[in-house]
């Protein structure tokens, strides 16, 4: 109870008891599994992501994007106008948010090695790849740099979960993951 001060208030000059003993020392070699497996976790887990920041003016970024998009544009996606970009495996690619949409569409082929570079055009956007667990805050100013293997074929969606305005629901950008040709 914690209504009335403690008698004794020098508490820390009490003597410990040893079940005290006990808790802070399994607490400290607890903290040290988790310290540990936090690393361990960054090399055997399958969803751990390294990333790279660097800094980058929207105008810039906005120009390799667009640059990207016009040399390896596939086809357009539904009546969107969006482009689908199939970029060569193993190069830098690009996506960039701003309000409100992700551009382009990248159809990626699977097994293969991409650096996806990311960043924003006007204002924070939230990067969340579904239904994977890869999850980056998307700044203005700095890109966000990814290397990325898909290891599965399929549609995949990234939705901004950053709270970005009106139209933030409306977010939704896409990634195609195909067999190599
Ligand atoms: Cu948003």
């Known amino acids: ?16 008891a040893t079940s005290e003993v006990i808790w802070i020392a399994v607490a400290f070699l607890w903290g ?3 310290f540990f497996t936090m690393i361990y976790w ?5 969803q751990n992501l390294s990333s790279e920041a660097y800094k980058i003016s929207p105008e810039k970024f906005a120009e390799r994007t667009e640059a ?14 969006v482009p689908v970009v199939r970029p060569p495996a193993g190069t830098d690619i690009y996506m960039f948010g701003r309000l409100w ?12 090695t991409y650096r996806l570079h990311l960043s924003s055009l006007d204002w924070q956007h939230g990067f969340s790849l ?15 740099v990814v290397t990325l293997k898909p290891n599965k ?3 995949f969606s990234v939705v901004c979960n950053e709270f970005c305005g009106v ?4 977010m939704v950008g896409r990634i195609y993951v195909v067999d190599a040709k």
């Open 1 to 16: 109870m914690a209504i009335h001060p403690p008698a004794d208030r020098l508490w820390w000059k009490e003597p410990l």
């Open 130 to 144: 579904q239904p994977t667990n890869i999850n980056l805050q998307i700044h203005p100013g700095y890109e966000m």
């Open 101 to 112: 949409e992700w551009w382009p569409v990248l159809e990626l082929e699977k097994d293969k």
């Open 153 to 155: 074929t399929g549609e």
């Open 32 to 34: 040290l599994v988790m």
């Open 68 to 81: 990207m998009a016009a040399k390896y544009k596939v086809r357009e996606e539904g009546d969107t106008g």
């Open 167 to 170: 139209g933030h629901h409306t």
């Open 42 to 46: 960054h090399f055997a887990g399958e």
